[in-house]
């Protein structure tokens, strides 16, 4: 039996943090989804197809990958998907007590769903999508943060006034 994964997420945009956590969760599981899901509480910079465009572009060496974009309760779309995990990634104290109330949520909903934390490797405990974006705005240099594809979209984003996004 193959075990699946889903990594969820707003991937607003994929950043080098995540692209880690995708690499060792592979060798856990044999398969991971990378499904773009909706964060009510966020609003995104990029639509989703961008995000999807961007995650394809940087995933594009990786085997054992899937990715996908849905819009609904994240245990429900598991158990479509025959995962029986959700994989995160936990970065620092701060991020523990909405991954902790998120994860028994869902353990709530869907006991047969186990979420996975992996910590995030040293390199990447100060990124976040958020911050990137906040350095990408005022022209701060983000190489080695994302992607390639990222740096290129980000730079595009805020060509104009930064005040215009
Ligand atoms: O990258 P993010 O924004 O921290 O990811 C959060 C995400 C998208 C995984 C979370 O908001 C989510 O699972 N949304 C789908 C709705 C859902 O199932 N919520 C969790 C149970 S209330």
């Known amino acids: 039996m193959q075990r699946i994964a889903i990594y969820p997420g707003s991937f607003d945009p994929v950043t080098n943090g995540h692209?880690?956590?995708?690499?060792?969760?592979?060798?856990?599981?044999?398969?991971?989804?990378?499904?773009?899901?909706?964060n009510p509480s966020k609003t995104s910079l990029f639509n989703i197809t961008e995000r999807v465009e961007m995650l394809e572009n940087s995933l594009q060496h990786f085997s054992g990958i899937e990715i996908d974009t849905y819009n609904g309760l994240l245990v429900d779309y598991a158990v479509q998907k025959n995962a029986t995990g959700i994989l995160r990634g936990m970065r620092a104290v701060s991020d523990f007590e909405y991954e902790f109330q998120m994860a028994l949520m869902n353990r709530k909903l869907n006991r047969n769903v186990q979420t996975v934390f992996l910590m995030?490797?040293?390199?990447?405990?100060f990124t976040s999508s958020s911050i990137i974006k906040e350095a990408a705005r005022f022209g701060g240099k983000i190489n080695g943060m994302v992607p390639p594809i990222v740096n290129k979209k980000l730079k595009e984003k805020f060509a104009t006034s930064p005040d215009r996004r």
């Not at 995708?22 to 909706?38: A, E, M, N, P, S």
């Not at 995030?120 to 405990?125: S, Y």
């Open 120 to 125: 995030t490797g040293l390199r990447w405990i």
């Open 19 to 38: 692209l880690d956590i995708i690499k060792r969760g592979l060798k856990l599981f044999d398969k991971i989804i990378v499904t773009i899901l909706i």
